[in-house]
């Protein structure tokens, strides 16, 4: 039984941004962490993916902070009370974005920095004051070090995301920043797992905090249909295309383990007539963010990216998760998958297992506690798409293999040369090697002997004579 936005205790204002986002019922996470961080205690809390762990904090950090309200256009009077701490960009910019949709009927202000960007515009923001300041870690320090962002007041500090930040190397930098915050605040860290090393970290930062796990560590969401495809490389477009075509999809996350590889399959998915978008840590922040954008409106079909979105990105029906490649990390597979499926809906996850990936799949695994079978596909009716490995053209057949003019030169560069039909220029011949041995006879003289100039007598033949010149004389010399 799930208990409805109405009944908790929020400020008309607050309920008022609720209802028009179109929150109804609350989520089991959403349900427990409220109520407690009402009263201002720490929490540890852990949910799945996409449960709506976002609103189980900022809700009920906002409530507690109207008391520091006011309308004053003074810097001073708007502090940084609260700051929540995540380890992406994109990550932060969504959080951002709901925490402003939530207080939009309020006299709070809040603001995002994070790294790729320009610090004057976010310095800008940050004088002239905000209650809510979302950031990622490296950015706030460069903030901090410039005397920017002042964290002396602050009462409330979120961690979210925080496994992945210890997994990125975040931890030396959250240290040094918890070391700017007020001893007496409320600490709130909000995860999809709990690791031996954040439940350390809890013990050092966290006091007393009330544990709140609405699903065993590491489980994956019961609306995700789970499944595993065989497939070779060479073959691994052939089943998206066909999977996309059988089930009538329309987007998904296509999910690859390298930024290199991330942007081959998207510009090959361009060529094949799909919507492509790509995103990775090579990507400019503001490309990112445009490429994000274009997929939230349906501009974009397929997104193709790395890890990097595979952290708490909320993006609403999406009905399919690609796994291109088997993540690395078997915790990684759980975020992946968690990017559909969300808020109760259906979702559809597959994952193509290259024959090398079996201890992979066997992590996957262990990790989640269900036994994974691997069928096969049938790709019969499949056609290859313009530009597949392994496959040339019928021009490419009568010219030798040579590459067509509407083919990108990049993709062709990165096939084997045996895979594309490579065929190297024959090396010229010289017709003297092809002829049989011919024994010279022993009274003819050496070819060097019988071309030789025929010299003067008693002078050698090796000795060239001096080339007589025409020369024009005084008379009398």
């Known amino acids: 039984m799930t208990t409805p936005y109405s009944q908790l205790p929020l400020a008309p204002t607050l309920a008022k941004a609720v209802a028009e986002m179109g929150y109804e019922n609350m989520t089991p996470i959403q349900e427990q962490a409220i109520p407690v961080v009402l009263t201002g205690k720490d929490v540890m809390g852990a949910a799945q993916t ?17 008391k520091h309200e006011n309308a004053s256009t003074s810097p001073a009077r708007h502090p940084v009370r609260a700051l929540v701490l995540l380890p992406t960009r994109e990550l932060a910019d969504q959080v951002a974005q709901q925490i402003k949709q939530y207080a939009k009927y309020t006299q709070l202000r809040s603001t995002v920095v994070f790294g790729g960007m320009d610090m004057k515009p976010q310095t800008a923001e940050l004088k002239k004051g905000v209650e809510v300041l979302v950031a990622t870690p490296g950015r706030l320090l460069d903030h901090i070090e410039a005397k920017t962002a002042v964290l002396n007041q602050v009462e409330y500090v979120v961690l979210d995301e925080a496994d992945r930040m210890l997994d990125i190397g975040f931890l030396p930098d959250l240290q040094r920043i918890l ?6 605040r409320t600490t709130l860290l909000f995860s999809a797992t709990f690791s031996p ?4 970290l809890a013990g050092s930062y966290l ?7 609405v699903a065993r560590p590491n489980e994956t969401a019961s609306t995700v249909e789970q499944r595993f495809f065989a497939a070779v490389d060479d073959d691994k477009r052939r089943v998206i295309r066909k999977v996309l075509g059988d089930r009538g999809l329309q987007q998904a996350f296509i999910f690859n383990n390298s930024k290199l590889g991330c942007a081959r399959l998207a510009r090959a998915l361009e060529r094949d007539g799909f919507k492509t978008g790509a995103l990775h840590g090579d990507k400019s922040q503001d490309e990112r963010l445009k490429t994000l954008e274009a997929f939230k409106k349906g501009e974009v079909h397929l997104l193709v990216c790395t890890d990097v979105a595979a952290r708490g990105l909320d993006i609403k029906d999406v009905p399919a998760v ?6 690395f990390n078997a915790e990684d597979y759980v975020h992946r998958i968690g990017r559909t499926g969300r808020a109760g809906a259906s979702g559809l996850a ?18 989640i506690k269900k036994k994974i079978e691997v069928e096969a596909i049938e790709l019969g009716d499949e056609r290859r798409g313009r530009g597949d490995r392994g496959e040339r053209s019928d021009r490419g057949e009568r010219e030798g293999g040579y590459r067509r003019r509407d083919e990108d030169p990049r993709d062709v560069l990165d096939t084997p040369r045996e895979r594309r039909g490579f065929r190297p220029a024959p090396a010229p011949r010289d017709p003297f090697f092809d002829k049989p041995y011919e024994a010279a006879s022993a009274e003819a003289p050496p070819v060097w002997e019988s071309q030789r100039p025929a010299g003067r007598p008693g002078v050698s033949a090796n000795i060239k004579t001096k080339r007589k010149v025409a020369a024009l004389f005084k008379p009398g010399e």
């Not at 090393?197 to 350390?200: A, L, P, V």
């Not at 006091?207 to 796990?213: A, F, M, R």
Request: without cysteine; proline residues 9%; neutral net charge.
């Open 50 to 66: 996409g449960t709506g762990k976002t609103a189980a904090f900022s809700l009920p950090l906002l409530q507690r902070l109207l």
């Open 179 to 184: 070391s700017y915050l007020p001893k007496q």
């Open 197 to 200: 090393e954040i439940k350390r």
């Open 207 to 213: 006091q007393d905090p009330v544990t709140i796990e």
């Open 322 to 327: 690609f796994n291109y490649d088997v993540p």
């Open 350 to 367: 597959v994952t193509l297992v290259a024959p090398s990936d079996n201890r992979l799949v066997a992590d996957i695994e262990k990790l």
